[in-house]
């Protein structure tokens, strides 16, 4: 079946970098949209980036220019690069994946089928 693993979250100060990955199994995450997906406590989960299976990406406005997203198809592995990060991005991480394709990679990932365990961020000032 499906999984996805995050690792690579921590605790910062602000202005720090993190990187996240999640390894994905079970099926051939190439061929289709990856992204992340955040969730701060007492907020709802929203979006923060994806990429399709031709490389585009796409972000949320708060991430864009601090945020780069991008997979290694031969390790079956999604990143996240997090630089100038602010304590407004504190929050749990979570990978999402789905086998169906999307005609907008981003938004089709709110109802994504598969999703990690999530990864913890903290940021403080």
């Known amino acids: 079946q499906v999984q996805l693993v995050e690792s690579g979250g921590g605790s910062v100060q602000a202005g720090g970098s993190l990187r996240l990955s999640c390894v994905a199994s079970?099926?051939?995450?190439?061929?289709?949209?990856m992204g992340w997906w955040r969730q701060a406590p007492g907020k709802a989960r929203e979006g923060v980036a994806a990429?399709?299976?031709?490389?585009?990406?796409s972000y949320a406005d708060s991430v864009k220019g601090r945020f780069t997203v991008s997979r290694d198809n031969a390790k079956n592995t999604l990143y996240l690069q997090m630089n100038s990060l602010n304590p407004e991005d504190t929050a749990m991480y979570f990978c999402a994946a789905d086998t169906r394709p999307f005609t907008q990679c981003f938004g089709g990932l709110l109802g994504a089928h598969y999703w990690g365990q999530g990864t913890q961020v903290t940021v403080s000032s």
């Open positions: 079970g099926y051939t995450p190439s061929r289709y949209c």
């Open positions: 990429i399709d299976s031709d490389g585009s990406t």
